[in-house]
C-alpha cells in the first residue's frame, strides 16, 4: 500500500466497521416511520431546509428512478445485436459474458460504459437532486460508478464513489496502483463499430447497423507497461483504489468527524439490500449515536429502519424520481 494512503483517513473502512459493530445491537424489529406519508414528506422537507448538514447516500436505485435502466427498451436499442447473438437478457450480466474473443468483449465496453457514463441520464432526477441541496452543507457517498452526480452538476470535492468509475481503466498487473481516463478510447470504438452522433452529440445507431467488433489495434493497454486492461469497478480485491479514491475517503471521513454532533441529515436514497454495509448500516449507527441526527430513507418498497431509531426516522416508500420532481416544484422553503 502507498505510504501516502496510510497518511489519511479512510472513511470507507471506518464507517463500515461502525456500522458492523453498531447494527448487532439493533434487536427489536424494523419500522416504517411514524406517521402517514405526506406528512413524513413534510418533515423531510422541514430537515432539509434546517439541518446543519445532509450526507447524501445513495444506490441503484437514484440511477434507476433516472431512466439508466439496464434491461428493456434502452438495453434493446443499443444491445440488441448482442442480445440477439450471444443471448444476452440485460446490460448487467453482458458485463461478465464470456465473448469469443478481445475485439467483441472491448466492443461491448466500449457501448456499456458510453451509454452509462458518458450521456447524461435520461430523466433530471440528478439534477433536482442538486437543486434541492445546493445551498445546503452537503457530501455524497454513492456505490454507484456512472458520474451522474458530476454531470448534475454535483461539486467534484462533495464526492465519494466507493465502487469505482466506469470512466476509468485500470491495470491487470496488480504492481500498477494507477487509473487511466478512458473517453478518448471510449469515443473511438464507438465510432469504430459505425456509431454515429446525432444533433445532440449522442451516439445513435444508423439505419446501415453498426458492427460487434473493433480494430485489434483498438483493443485497450495500460500506458504504463502495455498490460491489459479492465475497468476500475470494485469486483474483488484487484480493485485500485488510486490517489484520488483515496482523498475522496479522506474527505468523507472529515465531514462525518465535522458534523458528528451536529443536526446532520443523513438522507438515503435507492439503497437495496446488496451492499447494506457501505451506506444503510453506517448511516444507522451514526444516527444512532447522535439525538440531533436525522435519518432518512426514500426507496421503492424498501424503506425502513430500525426501531430503535425510529422516532428520529423518515421512511417514505416511492420512486425516487416523482419525490424529488415534487419537492423540487414546492415552494416551501422559508423567504
Not at 434487536?27 to 431546509?49: A, F, M, P, T, V
Not at 433516472?66 to 444491445?79: D, H, I, P, Q, V
Not at 447524461?120 to 456505490?143: C, G, M, S, W
Not at 458528528?260 to 454495509?277: F, M
Request: charged share 25%; net charge negative; proline share 4%.
Amino acid at each position: 500500500m502507498n505510504s501516502f494512503y496510510n497518511k489519511r483517513p479512510n472513511g470507507y473502512l471506518e464507517t463500515i466497521q461502525k456500522g458492523l459493530s453498531v447494527v448487532r445491537s439493533f434487536r427489536s424489529g424494523i419500522s416504517y416511520g411514524n406517521g402517514s406519508r405526506d406528512e413524513q414528506i413534510d418533515r423531510l422537507k422541514k430537515e432539509i431546509e434546517y439541518a446543519d448538514a445532509i450526507l447524501i447516500g445513495t444506490g441503484a436505485g437514484l440511477s434507476t428512478a433516472a431512466g439508466l435502466t439496464y434491461s428493456g427498451e434502452r438495453f434493446e436499442k443499443y444491445f440488441g445485436d448482442f442480445a440477439a447473438r450471444f443471448g444476452i437478457s440485460d446490460i448487467y450480466s453482458g458485463g461478465f459474458y464470456p465473448f469469443p474473443d478481445d475485439e467483441t468483449r472491448w466492443a461491448w465496453w466500449a457501448r456499456h460504459i458510453y451509454y452509462n457514463r458518458y450521456i447524461d441520464a435520461p430523466i433530471p432526477v440528478y439534477r433536482h437532486l442538486q437543486e434541492l441541496v445546493k445551498d445546503n452543507d452537503y457530501f455524497v457517498i454513492t456505490t454507484n460508478v456512472d458520474h451522474q452526480f458530476q454531470r448534475a452538476g454535483f461539486d467534484k470535492k462533495r464526492l465519494f464513489y466507493t465502487q469505482g468509475d466506469y470512466g476509468l481503466f485500470q491495470s491487470v498487473n496488480p504492481a500498477v496502483r494507477k487509473t487511466y481516463d478512458n473517453e478518448d478510447w471510449v469515443m473511438q470504438a464507438m465510432k469504430a463499430q459505425g456509431f454515429v452522433k446525432d444533433a445532440d452529440g449522442i451516439y445513435q445507431i444508423p439505419g446501415s447497423g453498426v458492427f460487434m467488433r473493433i480494430p485489434s489495434d483498438l483493443i485497450p493497454k495500460c500506458p504504463d507497461d502495455g498490460s491489459d486492461v479492465t475497468t476500475n469497478l470494485r469486483a474483488d480485491d484487484s480493485f485500485v483504489e488510486d490517489e484520488g479514491w483515496q482523498k475522496a475517503s479522506a474527505a468523507y471521513s472529515d465531514f462525518i468527524r465535522r458534523h458528528k454532533d451536529l443536526h446532520t441529515l443523513y438522507l438515503e436514497i435507492g439503497v437495496g439490500a446488496n451492499t447494506p454495509v457501505i451506506i444503510k448500516y453506517p448511516f444507522w449507527a451514526m444516527t444512532a449515536e447522535n439525538p440531533k441526527a436525522v435519518y432518512a430513507c426514500l426507496n421503492y418498497n424498501e424503506a425502513f429502519c430500525p426501531k430503535e431509531i425510529e422516532g428520529q426516522s423518515i421512511c417514505i416508500d416511492g420512486d425516487a424520481r416523482d419525490l424529488l420532481e415534487s419537492l423540487c416544484s414546492d415552494n416551501w422553503r422559508t423567504p
